[in-house]
């Protein structure tokens, strides 16, 4: 276990090096002088703008470019953005907030989610099983924006329940809304995925030779058949984590919440290489080790998956 | 949350019922207007500054509005345009070339630090200096010394006592003195020369407001201003400060004025174009603004030169049916153009002579068209090119559409991915057709909405106009001994552009904006920038 754990983590190094290194690459292809566009129909003389290229190593090839990058790195020096600012600054601004959002998101998403979805696979073809398919269906097919601007609406403006957009502390109660339109798609895949195992694995063998033993009804449900309907579900959250992480565009505009989607996306448009990096960095890394986390449950979960050497 | 607010206006209410009881009663004074609370805090709309606030760094608006409340120049603007002193007593000169500057007393920075004649001077030889490479230097290149390629001291500029100062131009510029209330021509305090960078965070002002303390800019969230007790210009605040929120959408911070988290927003989000006159009844805002917005049509691609190219010109010009895209598309949030500067500028025109070549005129569109092909025929497609990251496309295409139909010609729109890469196009002079174009004025005055653009040779004019005549005319105006001689030679040079159209001007985008019941006076400036110190909250 310990041995295979730490392979998956040195794995992460040369993922981390390609992918930067591509980040990179993608970025320095972008169309146009990023800094011209800085100042848009107002063109400072070319002399002005020559420097601050000069000065964000925008005048050197892409290699050179991504060496200068790199070093800084591992000086603990991730640059700056064409304002100035730290990008390491900037990361641990947005990455707190970003991450009570996601987390918030997955909390809602795995207990509501598995919940219903497990009442409606007891209950399969009874009228709340029949209500969570629409809802749900409901929920994957409407877009979050739309979600978002009418639960904003609704409860913001209209009812004045909610903050209608969330204020610079971005504290918990204030992201509820937003973590719930945020969670809504996923949401609904968990109540059908969780919904479909529980349904199958009623019918297996296992569940049948439980039940024969004599236990109760609630231990077959929660020990037997939940317990082993969590392995699919745990796949999904896992993969979850990392695009709640990164995903949240949408959801962050719409409430105007400071965080890393939003970051990432300014940063892309003006054509700022080091942050977009470090940000996409940081991205793959959780992303790797959700995973890493994802298969370490698997063993937990399943008794018969084990990893061996 | 409902109950509380409730609960609040029914406190102020009885509050307000009480003041005007114990003014009924004092029987001498007269009843004012509500006057506002001035320690209210007014929040308002913004977007997070693109670089250090130093006035000679700060050339788009999230910054600009920082940097307007924090710093105040010689003069300032009135919500008209029209110019009133503040640092300043007074700005002479007989020449138009060599200007005298006195400053007014008792003038000080908000860390005591007085504001004198070498404030200003010290400041503008920073703005101006190459190697500092300020976004805004070519504000200085009027001034004796000034060099785009080299580190050199602005000679024109010299003090001569601690509350004078003179100001040696290159040539005669008879309206010189209006350009100063942009905030590029703020003074600095000595500590600013310390360390820049660091100024930039935390700047020290000598305007109607100071920022909250150090850290009073939260980097992507807001940023909070005080009033600052030191100033005592023309622009009073009648509040207690500004906490400027930064949005990345529109409609989040639309939701927010009608959520009753944010009292001013100066724009409406497209979404809201059908609506917000019922959501906010009495309390909008849209009129003409200065930012002029236009295609400009290069000179280096085949049929768009000579005499051939003057035709096609007015032919496409004649071919867009203005009014029609700005009721359809815009909701009457753009006015039509008259002319390339705004309404709201001094010396504004609808009726320049060729102006009817900005008129939808099928016939004659058609006419001048064919007379275009029986010099060369033309063949392929127009094409428009814009940023598709700036919510252009629908106008963009509506207006291929109303070419299309009024020549018969295939009109496409061309979409780039960002404004960068639009831009690397236009600067390498490989457009296909027509780009989009726009400008908005740093200053109220006609010179600023035409020499930055058609000038031969200057620096926003990507393509490449040129002409003897309107360089010529915007030279005799800029010399011109009167306003209204200039402002005279300055339509003079409009009419040379209306004939070679270097720039097919399409409309003037208004300022729209919204605000909540509880605050008041709220006026929309020249700038399109709420005057923030007149406005009250209940």
């Not at chain 1, 509501?112 to 209950?123: E, K, N, S, W």
């Not at chain 1, 470090?278 to 790797?288: K, L």
């Not at chain 2, 209410?13 to 114990?22: C, E, Q």
């Not at chain 2, 004078?164 to 000595?190: M, N």
Request: net charge negative.
């Amino acid at each position: 276990m310990l041995w295979y754990t730490g392979k998956r983590l040195l794995q992460m190094i040369p993922v981390f090096f390609g992918a930067t290194f591509l980040i990179y690459f993608m970025v320095f292809s972008l169309p146009g002088d990023p800094i011209a566009a800085l100042y848009g129909d107002r063109t400072p003389s070319p002399g002005v703008i020559a420097q601050i290229r000069a000065q964000y190593y925008l005048d050197q090839p892409l290699l050179v470019q991504y060496f200068h990058y790199m070093v800084g790195f591992f000086q603990g020096d991730l640059g700056t953005t064409y304002s100035g600012r730290p990008v390491s600054e900037v990361m641990a601004s947005a990455f707190p907030v970003t991450a009570r959002l996601a987390m918030l998101a997955l909390i809602f998403e795995a207990f509501a989610g598995v919940l219903v979805g497990l009442i409606a696979g007891l209950r399969k073809g009874k009228l709340f099983d029949a209500s969570a398919l629409v809802v749900s269906l409901l929920l994957i097919s409407v877009p979050t924006f739309v979600i978002g601007f009418v639960l904003q609406f609704v409860f913001g403006v209209q009812l004045g329940w909610a903050r209608t957009t969330v204020s610079g502390e971005a504290p918990l109660n204030e992201l509820i809304l937003p973590a719930l339109v945020l969670a809504s798609v996923s949401f609904a895949y968990i109540v059908r995925l969780t919904r479909a195992s529980v349904s199958d694995n009623l019918n297996a063998d296992f569940v049948r030779t439980a039940t024969a033993k004599g236990l109760s009804r609630p231990r077959v449900v929660t020990v037997h058949v939940l317990r082993n309907s969590l392995v699919p579900v745990v796949t999904f959250l896992g993969v979850d984590l990392g695009s709640l992480m990164v995903g949240a565009i949408v959801t962050e505009g719409i409430f105007n919440i400071n965080g890393v989607g939003g970051t990432v996306y300014k940063a892309i448009k003006l054509g700022e290489g080091p942050t977009v990096v470090s940000f996409i960095a940081v991205m793959v890394v959780i992303f790797v080790l959700a995973n890493l986390l994802v298969d370490l449950l698997y063993a937990a979960l399943d008794p018969r998956i084990r990893y061996a050497k | 949350m409902k109950i509380n607010r409730l609960g609040i206006v029914a406190i102020s209410l009885a509050a307000m019922g009480a003041l005007t009881l114990s003014g009924c009663a004092a029987g001498t004074e007269k009843a004012a207007a509500p006057k506002g609370d001035s320690k209210a805090i007014i929040t308002t709309n913004g977007s997070e500054p693109q670089n250090p606030l130093i006035p000679t760094n700060t050339a788009e608006t999230g910054g600009g509005k920082v940097v307007t409340s924090v710093f105040a120049g010689l003069v300032s603007y009135t919500a008209k345009g029209e110019l009133e002193n503040e640092v300043a007593k007074s700005i002479e000169s007989d020449d138009a070339q060599n200007w005298t500057v006195t400053l007014e007393d008792g003038w000080k920075f908000s860390n005591d630090e007085p504001v004198t004649a070498k404030s200003f001077v010290d400041a503008w030889n920073y703005g101006a200096l190459f190697s500092n490479a300020q976004g805004s230097s070519y504000f200085f290149d009027d001034i004796a010394g000034f060099s785009y390629d080299a580190d050199s001291e602005l000679t024109g500029l010299k003090v001569v006592d601690e509350k004078t100062f003179t100001v040696e131009l290159v040539a005669p510029e008879a309206d010189w003195p209006l350009r100063l209330g942009y905030s590029a021509y703020s003074p600095l305090p000595e500590v600013a020369f310390e360390d820049m960078a660091a100024f930039g965070e935390n700047p020290i002002g000598n305007g109607p407001y100071m920022l909250k303390g150090e850290g009073a800019w939260e980097h992507d969230v807001k940023i909070d201003l005080v009033t600052n007790p030191a100033y005592d210009g023309v622009r009073k605040p009648a509040n207690g400060g500004l906490s400027i929120v930064f949005y990345d959408s529109q409609d989040a911070a639309y939701a927010d004025v009608q959520g009753g988290n944010l009292d001013v927003l100066d724009a409406i989000p497209d979404a809201a174009f059908e609506t917000y006159e019922s959501d906010f009844p009495e309390r909008s805002v849209n009129q003409p603004a200065a930012v002029f917005q236009a295609l400009n049509m290069p000179y280096y691609l085949e049929h768009w030169s000579g005499k051939e190219g003057e035709l096609r010109r007015a032919a496409i010009s004649m071919s867009i049916n203005r009014d029609e895209i700005t009721d359809v598309i815009f909701q009457g949030t753009r006015t039509p153009a008259t002319d390339f500067t705004s309404p709201v500028i001094d010396g504004y025109s609808d009726k320049l002579k060729g102006a009817d070549v900005l008129e939808y005129n099928k016939k004659e569109a058609k006419k001048l068209w064919a007379e275009a092909d029986a010099i060369a025929p033309y063949t392929g497609t127009f094409d428009i090119a814009y940023n598709s990251d700036g919510g252009h496309q629908a106008w963009v295409d509506a207006v291929a559409n109303s070419i299309k139909n009024t020549l018969g010609i295939k009109a496409v729109g061309k979409a780039y991915p960002t404004f960068a890469a639009a831009l690397d196009d236009r600067d390498a002079k490989k457009l296909t057709g027509a780009t989009r174009a726009g400008w908005q004025a740093d200053y109220p005055s006609l010179f600023n909405f035409l020499a930055p653009l058609y000038q031969t040779g200057a620096g926003s004019n990507k393509e490449g106009y040129s002409s003897k005549e309107f360089d010529r005319l915007l030279k005799e105006g800029a010399a011109a001994s009167s306003v209204e001689e200039a402002t005279a030679k300055y339509q003079e040079a409009q009419e040379v552009l209306l004939k070679d159209l270097p720039t097919l001007p399409l409309w003037y985008s208004n300022v729209t904006g919204v605000w909540a019941e509880t605050v008041d006076n709220v006026v929309f400036g020249w700038d399109s920038v709420p005057m923030y110190t007149d406005i009250t909250k209940k």
